[in-house]
């Protein structure tokens, strides 16, 4: 069974930084693109950042220049590097990897259980 782990939340003076980890576990196929989300109370949760399994990236606008995601395919895991955190940045952040696990020809969505990023003023 595939499951995701993140970790790397936390909380952070504005301005800070914090690396988000996910990393899938189980009898995996090929994993293709991995992306980061975010949602903040009250909120839609919304892309912040995904990469595909040829490393084009793209980004929300208000994170661009100051996130990077990346991915190591030899461990299964994806990154979030956040610099220059604000406020607004503020929210629970869920992983998700679209996968296809051994043994099955389909692609899925599998997200990670989400951790609580919280930038102070």
């Known amino acids: 069974q595939v499951q995701l782990v993140e970790s790397g939340g936390g909380l952070v003076q504005s301005g800070g930084s914090l690396r988000l980890s996910c990393a899938a576990s189980g009898s995996i196929l090929r994993i293709n693109a991995m992306g980061w989300y975010r949602q903040a109370p009250g909120k839609q949760r919304e892309l912040v950042a995904a990469?595909?399994?040829?490393?084009?990236?793209n980004y929300a606008d208000s994170v661009k220049g100051r996130f990077t995601i990346s991915r190591d395919n030899a461990k299964n895991t994806v990154y979030l590097q956040m610099n220059s955190l604000k406020p607004e940045d503020t929210a629970v952040y869920s992983c998700n990897q679209k996968l296809v696990p051994s043994g099955t020809y389909w692609q899925s969505d599998y997200w990670g259980q989400g951790t609580q990023v919280t930038v102070s003023s």
């Open positions: 990469i595909t399994n040829g490393d084009r990236t």
